[in-house]
């Protein structure tokens, strides 16, 4: 597998980029006390439709929705479900676009109504450990270094770093090589190049980072039951740092 993305591969992973983030953007304005996830996962894949591109989700590993989401202690991969959200929720909205050919993914995580003091801040860190994750990014470094900063950041804040999930390559299948871990050491691991696109994804718990299935058989919770955020960008690496493809 090629890992360096040509110019024309990129140009059309940024088109897709910007659909998956206008998505997102419309279906994360839904999100409140009552609603289903369901409910979004239908709209996510509607939109998605309407602006010229696939679900790239569906039917992955037989995922049967457009839209992963995972509630309070569920970390990533959840399935929609019939079950109102409720006010003091946190949940993670997961969405891939499939469009020429090429994939793009991006995660929030997002306050359902009026969340507690220490849901805020657990969303806050992850998504400054994203921030963070970003600006290491660039020509020449390891994927161990964009780990490490980001685990270092997540750990100063008092959180956990998930071990057992990370980041990916990106292009023609949704998972590429390289991995990109939330964790690790310095100067560690595959060094980046102009030219790859990759999804850097901290997943942050507020008690111990050990997962376990969740209640669904397809997602990942917390083992003790703690809140969990999640945030991804897909970027591509540039000559002189990094560039963000799913954004508006």
């Known amino acids: 597998m090629n890992l360096i993305k040509t110019p024309e591969e990129i140009d059309i992973m940024a088109k897709g980029g910007r659909i998956l983030a206008t998505v997102l953007k419309e ?8 609603i289903t996830t369901l409910e979004l996962d239908k709209v996510a894949e509607a939109l998605i439709l309407k602006l010229g591109a696939k679900p790239a989700f569906k039917g992955y590993e037989n995922f049967p929705y457009s839209l992963c989401t995972s ?4 970390v990533v991969h959840g399935y929609p479900s019939n079950t109102p959200l409720k006010e003091g929720d946190i949940v993670g909205l997961d969405l891939g676009v499939l469009y020429k050919g090429y994939n793009t993914d991006m995660a929030v995580t997002v306050a ?3 969340i507690s003091f220490e849901a805020k801040r657990l969303l806050m860190v992850t998504k400054k450990s994203l921030r963070i994750g970003i600006k290491k990014a660039r020509d020449g470094i390891t994927v161990g270094d964009i780990g490490n900063t980001i685990q270092r950041y997540v750990e100063d804040q008092g959180y ?24 690790g050491k310095r100067h560690t691991g ?6 790859m696109v990759i999804c850097i994804e901290p997943m942050v718990t507020a008690g111990d980072y050990n997962l376990k299935k969740s209640d669904d058989g397809y997602g990942f919770a917390t083992c003790d039951g703690s809140l969990a955020a999640h945030f991804e960008h897909t970027i591509v690496i540039t000559k002189d740092g990094c560039r963000v493809l799913t954004s508006i």
């Open 190 to 195: 595959i060094q980046l190049k102009e030219g």
């Open 160 to 183: 956990g770093v998930v071990r057992s999930l990370c980041g990916h390559g990106i292009g023609k299948e949704i998972h590429e090589d390289p991995y990109v871990p939330n964790f």
């Open 71 to 74: 509630v309070n202690e569920n």
């Open 112 to 114: 359902v109504g009026e």
């Open 27 to 34: 279906i994360e304005k839904m999100v409140r006390p009552g």
